[in-house]
Each structure stands twice: as structure tokens, then as C-alpha cells.
């Protein structure tokens, strides 16, 4: 029985970690969750990222790279990710993560820029799992539920 190619386990795998964001979409859509709801869902969602996929993929990194290298690059994905923040801030996405109705959102008229800001954002966000997830493709491993969640 042949085997699919890698490119299409990526592809199978990408779209399948890529459509939680267009059922989250949808769900927000129909159901019109409250402020206290999102925080909630948003919390929930910050920790359980934190306490699966950061640690499992760390001690993954320390197996494979040792201690030192995990380490270096744990810390260096810490501080190019705040340094990122820091300067989304700066160039007009300080209020990006919050509610429009409560705190008015700067758009590209009012803060030229700003739109950038975001999707710099946004990839700087997805670049990662992506490429934890065509490293595991790669591999010929099945990405683990933390990564797909």
C-alpha cells in the first residue's frame, strides 16, 4: 500500500490545525459570546497551551538538543517574541487583543501601519507552530494532540 507524500501529510495536518481558528470563527458567529465568556475561553486557552505544548515541546527540545542548546533557543524565542510585542505596541497594535467595543481599535487611516502591525503579528504567532508541524511531518511522526489543539 503506497504511502501518501510528505507534502500532503502537511497539507492534511495544516488543515487540520488550521480550521480550529474557522470553527472558532463560526462558533463566535452564531453564539455572540460576552466579554466574561471570551476571557474566560481566552484564559482557559492561554493555559492549556502553556502546560502542554511549551513544556512538551521544551522537554522534547532538551531530549534532542541537550540541555544548553533548548535552553539558548527557549530563551531567545522568549525575548524576539517580546521584543515583537514591544514593537506592535509601537507601531499602532497596542490595543490589538482587546475588545473594540471597550477600548476603540486605531484602523489604517487613523495610524498608518497598523494593519501591518497585526499580520506581522499573526505571523510571528503562526510561524512557529508551522514549523513544529512540518518538522513533525517531516519526520514521518504524527503531530501530538497538544500541537494539533
Not at 82 to 92: D, E, F, M, P, Y
Not at 100 to 126: F, M, W
Request: proline letters at 5%; a positive charge.
Amino acid at each position: 500500500m503506497p504511502t501518501a507524500p510528505p507534502w500532503a501529510h502537511a497539507a492534511v495536518w495544516g488543515t487540520l490545525v488550521g480550521s480550529g481558528l474557522l470553527f472558532g470563527l463560526l462558533a463566535a458567529y452564531i453564539a455572540r459570546p460576552g466579554h466574561g465568556v471570551i476571557s474566560r475561553v481566552m484564559g482557559f486557552g492561554a493555559g492549556a497551551l502553556l502546560a502542554t505544548a511549551s513544556i512538551q515541546l521544551t522537554i522534547s527540545a532538551q531530549l534532542h538538543a541537550g540541555t544548553v542548546s533548548a535552553t539558548i533557543f527557549l530563551l531567545t524565542g522568549a525575548l524576539l517574541f517580546s521584543c515583537v510585542n514591544a514593537w506592535l505596541a509601537l507601531a499602532g497594535a497596542k490595543n490589538r487583543k482587546r475588545c473594540g467595543e471597550c477600548v476603540p481599535q486605531e484602523n489604517e487611516r487613523e495610524r498608518p501601519g497598523s494593519g501591518q502591525a497585526i499580520a506581522t503579528g499573526t505571523i510571528i504567532d503562526a510561524v512557529p507552530e508551522g514549523l513544529v508541524l512540518g518538522i513533525a511531518v517531516a519526520h514521518s511522526m504524527a503531530p501530538t494532540v497538544a500541537v494539533v489543539v
